[in-house]
Protein backbone atom coordinates (compact mmCIF):
# COMPACT_ATOMS: atom_id res chain seq x y z
CA UNK A 1 0.00 0.00 0.00
CA UNK A 2 1.28 3.64 -1.07
CA UNK A 3 2.94 5.48 1.72
CA UNK A 4 0.50 8.20 1.76
CA UNK A 5 -2.99 5.92 1.67
CA UNK A 6 -1.81 4.54 5.16
CA UNK A 7 -1.64 8.10 6.54
CA UNK A 8 -5.02 8.53 5.50
CA UNK A 9 -6.43 5.36 7.12
CA UNK A 10 -4.39 5.99 10.43
CA UNK A 11 -5.77 9.38 10.54
CA UNK A 12 -9.48 7.69 9.49
CA UNK A 13 -8.85 5.05 12.02
CA UNK A 14 -8.00 7.74 15.13
CA UNK A 15 -10.65 9.76 14.34
CA UNK A 16 -13.74 8.33 16.10
CA UNK A 17 -16.79 8.69 14.26
CA UNK A 18 -19.01 11.78 15.66
CA UNK A 19 -16.85 12.40 18.06
CA UNK A 20 -17.66 16.03 19.68
CA UNK A 21 -15.49 18.78 19.82
CA UNK A 22 -13.39 20.10 23.56
CA UNK A 23 -16.06 21.16 25.77
CA UNK A 24 -13.81 24.28 25.52
CA UNK A 25 -13.93 24.80 22.04
CA UNK A 26 -17.71 24.39 22.20
CA UNK A 27 -17.82 27.27 24.78
CA UNK A 28 -16.62 29.96 22.55
CA UNK A 29 -18.25 28.72 19.63
CA UNK A 30 -21.41 29.48 21.33
CA UNK A 31 -19.96 32.61 22.34
CA UNK A 32 -19.70 31.85 26.24
CA UNK A 33 -15.54 31.39 26.53
CA UNK A 34 -14.11 33.52 28.62
CA UNK A 35 -10.80 35.40 27.78
CA UNK A 36 -8.98 34.15 31.47
CA UNK A 37 -9.46 30.88 30.03
CA UNK A 38 -7.71 31.10 26.66
CA UNK A 39 -5.15 33.27 28.79
CA UNK A 40 -4.16 29.89 30.63
CA UNK A 41 -4.20 28.16 27.41
CA UNK A 42 -1.58 30.48 25.58
CA UNK A 43 0.21 30.14 28.99
CA UNK A 44 0.39 26.17 28.71
CA UNK A 45 1.16 26.20 24.91
CA UNK A 46 4.11 28.18 25.89
CA UNK A 47 5.27 25.48 28.16
CA UNK A 48 4.13 22.62 25.41
CA UNK A 49 5.59 24.43 22.20
CA UNK A 50 9.21 24.62 23.80
CA UNK A 51 8.93 21.22 24.96
CA UNK A 52 7.98 19.79 21.46
CA UNK A 53 10.71 21.84 19.83
CA UNK A 54 12.78 20.23 21.86
CA UNK A 55 11.65 16.64 21.44
CA UNK A 56 11.13 16.90 17.50
CA UNK A 57 15.06 18.30 17.25
CA UNK A 58 15.94 15.12 19.09
CA UNK A 59 13.67 12.90 16.71
CA UNK A 60 15.50 14.71 13.73
CA UNK A 61 18.56 14.05 15.34
CA UNK A 62 17.93 10.48 15.74
CA UNK A 63 17.51 9.75 11.63
CA UNK A 64 19.86 13.26 10.33
CA UNK A 65 21.10 11.20 7.58
CA UNK A 66 17.46 10.29 6.48
CA UNK A 67 14.79 12.35 4.99
CA UNK A 68 12.80 11.99 8.01
CA UNK A 69 15.31 14.02 10.05
CA UNK A 70 14.36 17.05 7.87
CA UNK A 71 10.87 16.26 8.06
CA UNK A 72 11.21 16.69 12.03
CA UNK A 73 13.53 19.36 11.62
CA UNK A 74 10.94 21.11 9.38
CA UNK A 75 8.44 20.93 12.26
CA UNK A 76 10.52 22.16 15.08
CA UNK A 77 11.23 25.32 12.80
CA UNK A 78 6.90 25.40 12.49
CA UNK A 79 7.18 25.02 16.48
CA UNK A 80 9.42 28.36 16.87
CA UNK A 81 7.60 30.30 14.40
CA UNK A 82 4.33 29.32 16.16
CA UNK A 83 5.94 30.64 19.42
CA UNK A 84 6.26 34.14 18.20
CA UNK A 85 2.83 34.71 17.72
CA UNK A 86 1.95 33.28 21.12
CA UNK A 87 2.81 37.32 23.20
CA UNK A 88 -0.34 38.64 20.06
CA UNK A 89 -2.54 35.77 22.08
CA UNK A 90 -1.93 37.00 25.25
CA UNK A 91 -1.93 40.82 24.72
CA UNK A 92 -5.36 40.22 22.87
CA UNK A 93 -7.27 38.41 26.58
CA UNK A 94 -6.10 41.85 28.40
CA UNK A 95 -5.24 41.40 32.32
CA UNK A 96 -6.95 38.37 33.40
CA UNK A 97 -4.64 37.63 36.43
CA UNK A 98 -4.38 33.91 35.38
CA UNK A 99 -1.08 32.27 36.80
CA UNK A 100 1.71 30.52 34.41
CA UNK A 101 2.31 27.62 36.19
CA UNK A 102 2.57 24.14 34.59
CA UNK A 103 -1.04 22.34 34.37
CA UNK A 104 -0.28 18.60 34.87
CA UNK A 105 -3.28 17.44 32.47
CA UNK A 106 -2.10 20.03 30.14
CA UNK A 107 1.65 18.85 30.14
CA UNK A 108 1.02 15.29 29.67
CA UNK A 109 1.14 15.61 25.94
CA UNK A 110 4.39 17.47 25.89
CA UNK A 111 6.20 14.89 28.46
CA UNK A 112 4.59 11.65 26.33
CA UNK A 113 6.49 13.38 22.92
CA UNK A 114 9.65 13.55 24.65
CA UNK A 115 9.32 9.76 26.06
CA UNK A 116 8.51 9.35 22.22
CA UNK A 117 11.69 11.22 20.77
CA UNK A 118 13.34 8.70 23.00
CA UNK A 119 12.35 5.37 22.57
CA UNK A 120 9.60 5.95 19.73
CA UNK A 121 10.44 4.43 16.35
CA UNK A 122 10.81 8.19 14.37
CA UNK A 123 9.00 6.55 11.17
CA UNK A 124 5.78 5.61 13.96
CA UNK A 125 6.32 8.66 15.70
CA UNK A 126 5.90 10.83 11.97
CA UNK A 127 2.36 8.58 11.77
CA UNK A 128 1.08 9.64 14.34
CA UNK A 129 1.84 13.40 14.39
CA UNK A 130 0.73 13.69 11.43
CA UNK A 131 -2.58 12.32 12.65
CA UNK A 132 -2.66 13.62 15.60
CA UNK A 133 -2.38 17.27 13.76
CA UNK A 134 -5.53 17.16 12.36
CA UNK A 135 -7.89 17.30 15.29
CA UNK A 136 -5.84 19.89 16.51
CA UNK A 137 -5.70 21.87 13.52
CA UNK A 138 -9.56 21.93 13.09
CA UNK A 139 -10.08 23.14 17.13
CA UNK A 140 -7.69 25.70 16.05
CA UNK A 141 -9.76 26.44 13.13
CA UNK A 142 -12.89 26.51 15.28
CA UNK A 143 -11.25 29.18 17.84
CA UNK A 144 -9.91 31.28 15.27
CA UNK A 145 -13.62 32.06 13.63
CA UNK A 146 -14.84 32.23 17.48
CA UNK A 147 -12.79 34.63 18.73
CA UNK A 148 -13.00 36.99 15.55
CA UNK A 149 -16.27 36.95 15.76
CA UNK A 150 -17.50 37.20 19.53
CA UNK A 151 -14.01 38.75 21.15
CA UNK A 152 -13.11 41.16 18.36
CA UNK A 153 -9.83 39.34 17.51
CA UNK A 154 -7.60 40.50 14.99
CA UNK A 155 -5.20 38.59 12.73
CA UNK A 156 -2.23 39.47 14.91
CA UNK A 157 -4.24 37.96 17.76
CA UNK A 158 -5.76 35.11 15.56
CA UNK A 159 -2.40 33.82 14.53
CA UNK A 160 -1.19 31.05 16.86
CA UNK A 161 -4.65 29.21 15.83
CA UNK A 162 -4.41 30.17 12.22
CA UNK A 163 -1.00 28.68 12.21
CA UNK A 164 -2.00 25.12 13.06
CA UNK A 165 -5.70 25.55 11.16
CA UNK A 166 -3.98 24.56 7.72
CA UNK A 167 -5.48 21.06 6.42
CA UNK A 168 -3.44 18.21 6.49
CA UNK A 169 -2.69 17.61 3.24
CA UNK A 170 0.59 19.40 2.71
CA UNK A 171 2.26 17.48 6.01
CA UNK A 172 0.71 14.51 4.98
CA UNK A 173 2.61 14.30 1.51
CA UNK A 174 5.63 15.74 2.88
CA UNK A 175 5.68 13.31 5.78
CA UNK A 176 5.05 10.21 3.06
CA UNK A 177 8.29 11.46 1.13
CA UNK A 178 10.15 10.98 3.99
CA UNK A 179 9.11 7.55 5.11
CA UNK A 180 9.84 6.50 1.54
CA UNK A 181 7.96 4.34 -1.07
CA UNK A 182 8.24 1.60 1.02
CA UNK A 183 5.86 2.92 3.42
CA UNK A 184 5.27 1.55 7.14
CA UNK A 185 5.82 -2.13 7.96
CA UNK A 186 3.63 -3.39 10.03
CA UNK A 187 5.24 -3.06 13.25
CA UNK A 188 5.37 0.58 12.83
CA UNK A 189 1.43 0.77 12.00
CA UNK A 190 1.05 -1.13 15.36
CA UNK A 191 3.38 1.34 16.93
CA UNK A 192 1.57 4.58 15.33
CA UNK A 193 -1.73 3.03 16.61
CA UNK A 194 -0.14 2.84 20.10
CA UNK A 195 1.36 6.23 20.02
CA UNK A 196 -1.78 7.72 18.57
CA UNK A 197 -4.30 6.30 21.06
CA UNK A 198 -1.94 7.31 23.70
CA UNK A 199 -1.17 11.20 22.17
CA UNK A 200 -5.04 12.21 21.74
CA UNK A 201 -6.29 10.97 25.42
CA UNK A 202 -3.64 13.41 26.15
CA UNK A 203 -4.52 16.04 24.03
CA UNK A 204 -8.16 15.47 25.67
CA UNK A 205 -6.77 15.97 29.30
CA UNK A 206 -5.06 19.14 27.56
CA UNK A 207 -8.81 20.10 26.90
CA UNK A 208 -10.77 18.88 29.82
CA UNK A 209 -8.31 20.67 32.32
CA UNK A 210 -9.00 24.09 30.49
CA UNK A 211 -12.79 23.48 30.48
CA UNK A 212 -12.26 22.45 34.39
CA UNK A 213 -10.99 25.87 35.66
CA UNK A 214 -12.73 27.60 38.41
Known amino acids: MPTDQQLRDLRSELTLPGEEPPALVTKFVAGRGELRTLAVLAAQQRRIITSDRRSLLLLATRCADEPLGTWFAG ?7 ALRTLPAL ?4 GPTGTTDAPLPGC ?6 LAWLSLNGHPPAVAATLVANFTAWGGYCATLAGALRRFHGFDEEACAFFDFF ?3 PTA ?3 AAAEAIGPAGLTAPDLDAAREYGHLLQ ?5 FWSTLAELP
Open 171 to 173: LER
Open 201 to 205: AYEGS
Open 165 to 167: AQP
Open 75 to 81: LADGESA
Open 90 to 93: TTAC
Open 107 to 112: QAYPSY
